[in-house]
């Protein structure tokens, strides 16, 4: 590998994404420059492993981020474990939803963009920096998009300039919509959504806001089979993570774990009404023989 | 059709050696040591705002004296080589000594090709972690790499500062022992410098994935034992 020396004509500035292309170490895009193939609602005709819900909610100290476990291939789940909420820099965070392979692949190069700005240049970039660089990798993504491999992110942060936290929400072209409350993307994301809108208040406490977001991931992975809801056998559990003037901050597992479980204690009921009336009956058991 | 004089190798390298290290004397110098938790690195810079100390990667860090705008093109550039490097491979494969070659081949380049040396000297360090040595590799201006052990002194007044410091570097300091050894040791028996004539990093293996950290003018005053606030309003001059 070279050592990258630039004469100042030529210098690619502090961006990595130029440094690759200079350097040709970017890597081919996804889409592979073939034609462009009009499949029926932009589907890949490939089995393609997909992230699903991931939600963000502003609150009195920043904002809360939250995604759930599950990554689907079809019908199938394809993984069971899947990160969907990462750093982004010490102050930001960003979460994905959509094609699996692209979407990890975007938040590592975002992230490794804002940290190389930040070394290069001796500061990080302003928030709103940050939000029109992924608005950016989102644009030069277009292509892939259309042929299937469709990336959503959400981006958070708290803005150190403005004393709070932000959210951003994307489209397939790059374009950039602030969310002054919460933003949802993700198969799950209209139940979620839903759940989010009727919760929120203004100012919401870290606990609220945390609480809200439980709810509305258990109430998308109940509707959306492409969600994953809490795995009380596995011991899996959505990743949530806070980003306030102290930066992101992984929540720990056992207190979304206990804060699942008081809303699974709280939501169910004894026994199922419908356990009884409808159990299925198969003939005779082995005892009934006797 | 006149001539060319004849000038010995041997004078040519010793010219640009000269040239170079005249340069890197004009400015001031800086200690690195190996501390306790890692790497501690001690400049003597009045500007707050153009570092001779500056981040590379995790566990990496670089520092430079010299001419301002050639060691900070070095910097970049090896900033620009680990982040491919980690992008290409993995975060773990990016290490110090690759980078010191790489630095040392490319000063050794403009040292007998170009028409001037560059009149830098610059060091790459890295904290080790689970139990790996730190590492100190000095790179002077002819592209020589010295992996020096325990600390180093880059600059003009190396070798009296290095004498200095000799006496009062150990095995396993803390940090603020350190900071006081080097701080002590760059500024002489016949002159006392403040936070506000220092830059000071440490790459500390406590510090998460990213172990660079600046360390405030607060953090130098405390550890220097100035008291707060009385950094530069002792000095009148």
């Known amino acids: 590998m070279a050592f990258p020396f630039f004469t100042p004509g030529d210098d690619p500035g502090p961006s990595f994404a130029e440094l690759l292309r200079r350097t040709g170490a970017a890597p081919p895009d996804p889409a592979g420059g073939s034609r462009p193939t009009t499949h029926a609602h932009g589907t890949s005709p490939l089995p393609l492993t997909h992230g699903t819900t991931v939600v963000a909610v502003r609150y009195a100290d920043g904002v809360v981020m939250a995604g759930d476990r599950r990554a689907t291939s079809g019908h199938l789940i394809a993984h069971r474990t899947m990160e969907k909420v990462f750093p982004a820099d010490a102050h930001s965070g960003v979460a994905i939803a959509g094609a699996a392979g692209p979407a990890v692949e975007m938040v590592r190069l975002f992230q490794l963009q804002l940290e190389h700005y930040e070394k290069v240049e001796g500061t990080a970039l302003s928030l709103e920096g940050k939000a029109n660089q992924l608005s950016q990798m989102m644009r030069s993504h277009l292509p892939a998009a259309l042929q299937g491999f469709v990336v959503i992110p959400l981006f958070a942060g708290y803005d150190l300039r403005r004393g709070q936290g932000r959210l951003f929400q994307y489209d397939v072209t790059g374009g950039r919509y602030e969310e002054q409350n919460f933003a949802t993307t993700g198969s799950g994301s209209l139940h979620a959504g839903t759940v989010i809108k009727l919760g929120w208040r203004a100012d919401l406490s870290r606990d609220d806001a945390i609480d809200l977001l439980i709810k509305a991931l258990f109430q998308a992975a109940d509707e959306d089979s492409a969600t994953g809801g809490p795995d009380l056998v596995r011991g899996i559990y959505p990743t949530m993570a806070t980003i306030t003037e102290r930066g992101f901050e992984h929540l720990e597992e056992s207190e979304v774990a206990a804060r699942f479980r008081a809303l699974v204690d709280d939501l169910s009921t004894p026994e199922s009404p419908t356990a009884h009336g409808a159990t299925p009956t198969m003939g005779l058991g082995p005892h009934g023989e006797g | ?237």
């Open chain 2, 1 to 237: 059709m006149a001539m060319p004089f004849y000038v010995a190798p041997e004078q040519v390298m010793k010219d640009r050696a000269d040239y170079a290290r005249k340069g890197i004397a004009r400015g001031r110098s800086l200690a690195a040591l190996i501390y306790a938790d890692g790497v501690l690195i001690c400049a003597e810079n009045t500007s707050s705002t153009l570092r001779k100390v500056s981040e590379i990667y995790d566990r990496i860090a670089f520092a430079g004296v010299g001419k301002y705008n050639e060691f900070d093109q070095l910097r970049i550039a090896g900033v620009r080589a680990a982040d491919l490097k980690g992008y290409t491979f993995s975060r773990e494969d990016v290490d110090a000594r690759s980078l010191a070659n790489q630095y040392a081949q490319i000063l050794g380049q403009v040292f007998t090709h170009e028409m001037k040396p560059m009149e830098v000297e610059i060091l790459v360090a890295e904290v080790g972690v689970d139990g790996a040595p730190d590492q100190l590799f000095h790179i002077l201006y002819d592209g020589t790499v010295v992996d020096e052990a325990d600390f180093t002194v880059l600059g003009g007044e190396a070798e009296t500062i290095a004498e200095r410091l000799q006496g009062a570097w150990q095995a396993g300091m803390a940090r603020d022992d350190a900071l006081r050894a080097a701080v002590s040791a760059l500024a002489g028996p016949d002159r006392t410098l403040t936070s506000a004539e220092l830059e000071v990093a440490v790459l500390d293996r406590g510090n998460g994935r990213r172990a660079f950290r600046r360390l405030t003018d607060a953090e130098i005053d405390a550890a220097l034992g100035a008291p707060a606030g009385a950094g530069g309003a002792s000095g009148d001059g």
